[in-house]
Nanobody, 124 residues
Framework: QVQLVESGGGLVQAGGSLRLSCAASGLIFSEYNMVWFRQAPGKEREFVAAIRWSGGRTIYVDSVKGRFTISRDNAKNMVYLQMNSLKPEDTAKYYC?????????????????WGKGTLVTVSS
């Protein structure tokens, strides 16, 4: 049974930092691209960042470029999202997802597995 479990969310002031973690089990982690999405209240789930199975390629939505960094540790079956210079508009529930395609995907419909999310709240 595949499980993706996010952690690290919380309440932070604007300008602060958080590091999200996602622990994966039940799959061959090194064969999956890993993706972070987020969903703000009343909005659709949106792509945030992705990292290729090898770790050799990363993709970010424009709104987080230069502020967020995605990384992975295949030996520990972990993926991380370091979030710096947080803004109130980053407030959302953040989800970890696994994608088995050869090329990195950014669409929610292309993900194979999902975590249940971790809430990030950025106060102004």
């Amino acid at each position: 049974q595949v499980q993706l479990v996010e952690s690290g969310g919380g309440l932070v002031q604007a300008g602060g930092s958080l590091r999200l973690s996602c622990a994966a089990s039940g799959l061959i982690f090194s064969e999956y691209n890993m993706v972070w999405f987020r969903q703000a209240p009343g909005k659709e789930r949106e792509f945030v960042a992705a990292i290729r199975w090898s770790g050799g390629r990363t993709i970010y939505v424009d709104s987080v470029k230069g502020r967020f960094t995605i990384s992975r540790d295949n030996a520990k079956n972990m993926v991380y999202l370091q979030m710096n210079s947080l803004k109130p508009e980053d407030t959302a529930k953040y989800y970890c997802a696994a994608d088995s395609h050869f090329a990195v995907q950014t669409d929610t419909d292309d993900m194979d597995y999902w975590g249940k999310g971790t809430l990030v709240t950025v106060s102004s």
